[in-house]
């Protein structure tokens, strides 16, 4: 590829997402140091009275903003169960046992709210973690810790800033046992990536971008992502991506569930007209039973499928396996816009819908 097509190509990135993409493994510990600007405070929302953790870690947060309640467990080992509530309610059984943390980056989603009003009316929020709004206001009001997010970024690409603070929201009341290795972890899965993508390309004398030439393969078809055990967090992200920055449908499933139903559904995949891609997520360590389900469904769907991409992380870690698959998604994500001819940053759609609702 001549640095001209390149060049043409990266013209579409006017709000620098791919520059966005970059700062993962900076944005890390970036979020673990916020949350320990508070951890007294934090600490306090679980005293050690009550015991060793609280009985689950309730995480709410939409969006961008959820997705850390998926990875935290996903990278980490957790001491108790946490629960991502991505909705407008608290589950009926959460109690003074549980501590719940809000997420929002804006601190102004409906859903993130109304669940914080209900934790407040329960005594049970031990943080919000937010740019500022309506939530921050709110929780500093009840005198509840703030682990306080940069402004300026889109929501899905603070992912590092907000698992990196909620990991250590999570430490500070027993969850996880020790969060400055679970990032450092993070950081080195993340920056496999993030340095095949910085100053590469032909303008430095490299091959294309890798991630470019995995969005070309992508390109105009309908994409499914397979995670499995912990990539299945990753999965989820990577749907999210390609729906929010290449503005395509994608679907992501995980095995084993997915050989139980899903496996079925390839049967008359080419009856929908569309071309599909597979794309697959090995997790760390991935066990023999899994790895025959990959392989074994793969021989079953393939010829209803046109392409397909096997990522087996070169990450040492869980965390850091976690991270640079999640990197990857959001390279080949961006690039998909990139190919389309298209700005990946803008998720229009969102703010009409926020608005209409706000306006009823
Ligand atoms: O990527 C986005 O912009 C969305 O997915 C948002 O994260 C989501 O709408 C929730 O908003 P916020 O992150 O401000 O709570």
């Not at 951890?39 to 005293?47: F, S």
């Not at 993130?112 to 005594?123: I, K, P, V, Y």
């Not at 096997?310 to 640079?324: C, K, L, N």
């Not at 998909?336 to 609702?357: N, Q, Y």
């Amino acid at each position: 590829m001549t640095t001209t097509t390149l060049d043409s190509l990266l013209a579409h990135d006017t709000s620098d997402m791919l520059g966005a993409a970059a700062t993962l493994p900076a944005q890390l510990p970036d979020g673990l140091a916020r949350a320990e600007r508070v951890r007294e405070a934090l600490q306090a929302a679980w005293p050690s009275d009550k015991g060793a953790t609280p009985r689950t870690l309730v995480v709410c947060g939409m969006g961008g903003s959820g997705v850390g309640a998926d990875l935290l467990p996903a990278a980490a080992d957790v001491q108790a169960p946490v629960i991502a509530v991505k909705g407008y309610d608290l589950p009926g059984w959460v109690s003074d046992e549980d501590r719940v943390v809000c997420v929002s980056y804006s601190g102004a989603t409906s859903e993130t709210l109304a669940c914080f009003g209900q934790a407040l009316d329960r005594s049970v929020v031990a943080a919000v973690i937010t740019t500022g709004g309506e939530l921050a206001e709110r929780a500093r009001a009840e005198g509840i810790p703030v682990v306080e997010l940069p402004s300026g970024m889109q929501p899905r690409a603070a992912v590092g800033v907000i698992f990196g603070a909620l990991v250590g929201v999570a430490d500070a009341l027993g969850v996880v046992d020790d969060a400055q290795r679970v990032v450092d972890e993070a950081v080195a899965g993340a920056s496999i990536v993030v340095d095949e993508h910085v100053g590469t390309g032909p303008e430095h004398g490299g091959d294309e971008p890798p991630a470019l030439g995995m969005a070309r393969q992508l390109h105009d078809k309908a994409i499914v992502v397979s995670g499995a055990g912990h990539t299945e967090a990753v999965a989820h992200r990577w749907k999210a991506q390609v729906n929010e920055n290449s503005k395509v449908p994608c679907f992501a499933n995980a095995y084993p569930e997915l050989c139980h139903n899903e496996l079925v559904g390839w049967e008359f995949a080419r009856a929908t007209g569309a071309s599909w891609a597979l794309v697959e997520l090995l997790p760390f360590e991935a066990s023999e039973a899994i790895r025959a389900r990959f392989d074994i469904t793969l021989r079953l769907v393939g010829e209803s499928i046109d392409d397909v991409l096997r990522f087996d992380p070169s990450a040492t870690t869980r965390a850091g396996a976690t991270f640079e698959q999640l990197a990857w998604g959001d390279y080949v994500s961006i690039y998909l816009a990139l190919l389309r001819g298209i700005d990946p940053t803008p998720v229009d759609r969102i703010h009409v819908l926020k608005a209409e609702l706000a306006g009823r």
